[in-house]
């Protein structure tokens, strides 16, 4: 599984380095609504790691504090929604993150089974992948659920060349995608 990984970090650095603007934007959709009284927020998946000297370093306590801050956003947007906590087993990358990685990577519809919500229509996901350190740069996508159907449609892709971290530049980000359903 470290060789996935190692292949998916790399496919990112490459996707990555082309961009020459601080954020860039690819919306695969127009607007999409959603009932924002029938909406759940499911567990952001958010990997990021620092580079320093030639080498990545994970900081489970950076990854839980953004993943809170990326929640508590969410939950300021869409008062009513119920919050589905899903247990990222970060590292076990053969559960529900290689499917996320995998599907998400592939543009496949079918959503990974352990994101459905059947409390509600829809579910709003957010995935964030990035570094901070020696290089700043990442991915947040965005995307919308039908529970009932068992698909997804990515609505808003955003590559960024600051840290992950920048939780002012996050929130904007994620404010701007969020502007697209509403």
């Known amino acids: 599984m470290k060789k996935a990984l190692s ?4 496919l990112i650095l490459i996707s990555c380095s082309s961009s020459k603007s601080t954020v860039e934007s690819i919306s695969d959709t127009g607007n999409y609504k959603i009932d924002e009284d029938n909406v759940s927020i499911i567990t ?17 306590d950076k990854r839980k504090a953004l993943t809170e801050f990326t929640v508590d956003l969410l939950k300021s947007q869409y008062p009513n929604a119920e919050y589905v906590e899903i247990p990222f087993l970060f590292g076990d990358y053969g559960t529900i993150n290689s499917k996320i990685e995998g599907r998400a990577s592939l543009n496949e519809k079918n959503v990974p089974n352990e994101l ?23 991915v947040m996508m965005l995307y919308i659920i039908d529970n009932q159907d068992k698909k997804w449609k990515m609505i808003e892709r955003y590559q960024y060349t600051n840290s992950p971290l920048e939780t002012n530049k996050m929130e904007k980000r994620i404010l701007k995608a969020l502007e697209k359903i509403k």
């Open 7 to 10: 292949i998916f970090t790399f």
């Open 116 to 138: 459905v919500s059947d409390k509600n229509k829809n579910s709003i996901f957010i995935s964030i992948n990035g570094y901070f350190g020696d290089l700043n740069r990442g």
């Open 44 to 60: 952001p998946y958010i990997e990021i790691k620092e580079k320093s000297n030639l080498s990545f370093i994970n900081h489970p």
